[in-house]
């Protein structure tokens, strides 16, 4: 129900744009939006949400100041502009949706494929 795109490879101090797009119909204005990053044998570790209703946003303190979290209603998609990339946050990225305002992965019920994003040194 989630799709996302726009991952890929890229050196560091580069940028990459993550979308998401809600494939099976509207995004509720309920919704919470989220995007989460897992490395291999490591946790699942929150990035951002956006409130769709308000636009209100969180930020992990990892990312605040280089990553900006948005969405387009009509479009029913969020995004993640990621500017200023480090080797440190290559991971797969995922999409969620959730009812809470939260950064527990557990809160959110529905998860995109995921999209690897790398970043080289």
């Known amino acids: 129900q989630l799709v996302e795109s726009g991952g890929g490879s890229v050196q560091a101090g580069g940028s990459l744009r993550l979308s998401c797009t809600a494939s099976s119909g509207r995004i509720y204005s309920s919704s919470v939006m989220g995007w989460f990053r897992q490395d291999p044998g490591k946790r699942r570790e929150f990035v951002a949400l956006?409130?769709?209703?308000?636009?209100?946003?969180l930020y992990s303190e990892s990312v605040k100041g280089r990553f900006t979290i948005s969405k387009v209603n009509a479009e029913n998609t969020v995004y993640l502009q990621m500017n200023a990339l480090k080797p440190e946050d290559t991971a797969v990225y995922y999409c969620?949706?959730?009812?809470?305002?939260?950064?527990?992965?557990?809160?959110?019920?529905?998860w995109g494929q995921g999209t690897q994003v790398t970043v080289a040194s």
């Open positions: 969620a949706k959730g009812s809470q305002y939260s950064n527990y992965h557990g809160d959110y019920n529905v």
């Open positions: 956006i409130r769709w209703s308000s636009g209100t946003t």
